[in-house]
Structures are given as structure tokens and as C-alpha cells.
């Protein structure tokens, strides 16, 4: 397991991260909850108020694969992703709490529900995650904070290189 301080360095790597001011609040081998405090530059529908899906669609992802990362699992990136909407964000904090469903040697899964203030489910979701063999604690117990990042797909390489 990495523990909460560790997984907040390694999610604090991204600027879109960073940006949306995620927070872990708790985490153990099988769970996480992550807090994302209420931005009005994330709302898309001004006459409700409520937040854009592609930013709830990343919430549930990053939770879902901080859920893994917690739990030990040497997670890469997102193969597969499903997000239900069941009502608009209308108010924040947001609260994502993740779970691991299934570890496996290419696959893993986590579930992910994202709360409101006040306790309703405003979204939830299931990710799939290209997955190494083994654990992290099997591969000398940390990952190399760089090297997560240049996993997390070309679109990083690019905007390095145009900051360049």
C-alpha cells in the first residue's frame, strides 16, 4: 500500500490535477476517497449551475485508478471507462469514493461514486486499467514519480514540449 501523503505527491504531478484541487481524504489497500472542491469555471449549464461531465468523467477515472495505486496495484493507464450520470453537480466539495473490484496481471478494476455535499450520488463508474505483473511494493516499493507521469499518454509529451 502507498500511503496518503506519497499518492497526493504522485496526483499532484498533473496540472490538470492540480487545477481541479484534488484532495485525498482517506485511503487504505481496498478504498479512497478524493475531494474536489466546487470551481465555477467547471460549470457548463449556467442556468442550473451544474458542473460538465467530462469533468465528472475524470474525477471518477483519476479516483478509480488512485484507488489501485493505493492498494499496491502498478496501475498505467485507463483502458476501458463507464460514468453514469444520475443527477447534475450542483454544488461542491465533491466527494469520490473508489473502490477496487477485481486486481488482475494485465486488468484491473476499480468503481467509483461521486457524492455532493449533502450525501446524493451524482455520478458513479467503473474503470479498467492496464495493470504490470505484480505490485508496486513487488517492484522496490515506490514508482518513480517521472515515470508516471510519461504513462500518462502522448498528450503529456506534447504539452512538454510546447512549455519547451
Not at 96 to 103: E, M, P
Not at 112 to 125: I, M, N, W
Not at 144 to 159: N, Y
Amino acid at each position: 500500500m502507498i500511503d496518503r501523503e506519497r499518492l497526493q505527491e504522485m496526483l499532484n504531478i498533473a496540472p490538470f490535477h492540480r487545477w481541479l484541487g484534488l484532495e485525498i481524504a482517506t485511503c487504505s489497500d481496498q478504498s479512497i476517497s478524493i475531494t474536489m472542491p466546487w470551481r465555477e469555471e467547471i460549470v457548463s449549464n449556467p442556468m442550473i449551475g451544474s458542473a460538465h461531465g467530462g469533468v465528472l468523467a475524470s474525477l471518477v477515472d483519476l479516483t478509480g485508478l488512485y484507488t489501485l495505486l493505493a492498494g499496491g496495484v502498478a496501475a498505467r493507464a485507463t483502458a476501458d471507462l463507464h460514468v453514469d450520470y444520475h443527477r447534475p453537480a450542483t454544488s461542491g466539495p465533491l466527494t469520490a469514493h473508489g473502490q477496487i473490484v477485481k486486481i488482475g496481471r494485465q486488468i484491473s478494476v476499480a468503481e467509483t461514486r461521486v457524492l455532493e455535499p449533502d450525501g446524493k450520488l451524482v455520478a458513479s463508474g467503473r474503470g479498467a486499467y492496464f495493470s504490470s505483473t505484480g505490485s508496486i511494493d513487488q517492484r522496490r516499493g515506490t514508482i518513480d514519480l517521472e515515470q508516471a507521469l510519461a504513462t500518462q499518454g502522448p498528450a503529456t509529451s506534447a504539452a512538454q514540449s510546447t512549455t519547451a
